[in-house]
């Protein structure tokens, strides 16, 4: 089913240790999820980019996520820099 809720719903997934296995975050270090992170964020640019294509749109707003959820707090508090670690920041 996974595979058709974007068309049906407007809704996707994406992993953000793309490749690496595993549903465990306390497997995977802060490094870890720093490393993942532009990658992250560069799939989502590219979705964003991808969807403004198809609707002939360039605002940069039309199609935004609206919601993005994540699996667990972990890699919300790890990608969003919501832990307040110094240093660190979302771009």
Not at 56 to 78: L, N, S
């Amino acid at each position: 089913a996974d595979d058709r809720l974007p068309d049906e719903a407007g809704v996707g997934f994406c992993d953000v240790g793309l490749g690496q296995p595993g549903t465990h975050s306390n497997k995977f270090t802060a490094r870890d999820f720093d490393s993942w992170s532009q990658s992250f964020y560069r799939l989502l640019e590219r979705h964003v980019e991808e969807l403004e294509g198809r609707l002939g749109c360039r605002c940069g707003q039309c199609c935004a996520p609206r919601v993005v959820a994540f699996a667990g707090k972990r890699q919300f508090v790890e990608l969003m820099n919501a832990n307040g670690r110094v240093g660190r920041k979302v771009t």
